[in-house]
């Protein structure tokens, strides 16, 4: 679905530019920082551990929360 929204989006302005641009700042700002932190950073500190396993929903909120804060960051640059 998000590939066919990102053709029909690309064919209707005749350019890529937007999506391409879209997709760049997705992996960099995701997948190359936000994550990698997630896993690396965090785990090794036991007072996350214990907050992950005591707060699930409030453990979750806050990782939509980075998503979003990292996301956000990505398209103001």
């Given at each position: 679905?998000?590939?066919?929204?990102?053709?029909?989006?690309?064919?209707?302005?005749?350019?890529?530019?937007?999506?391409?641009?879209?997709?760049?700042?997705?992996?960099?700002?995701?997948?190359?920082?936000?994550?990698?932190?997630?896993?690396?950073?965090?785990?090794?500190?036991?007072?996350?551990?214990?907050?992950?396993?005591?707060?699930?929903?409030?453990?979750?909120?806050?990782?939509?929360?980075?998503?979003g804060v990292?996301?956000?960051?990505?398209?103001?640059?």
């Amino acid at each position: 679905m998000p590939v066919a929204a990102s053709v029909w989006v690309a064919a209707r302005n005749k350019s890529a530019k937007a999506v391409l641009f879209g997709a760049a700042c997705f992996i960099v700002f995701q997948l190359l920082l936000r994550i990698p932190a997630l896993q690396y950073i965090l785990p090794m500190s036991a007072d996350y551990v214990l907050f992950k396993a005591t707060n699930p929903a409030t453990h979750l909120v806050l990782l939509a929360l980075s998503a979003g804060v990292f996301e956000e960051c990505g398209r103001y640059m």
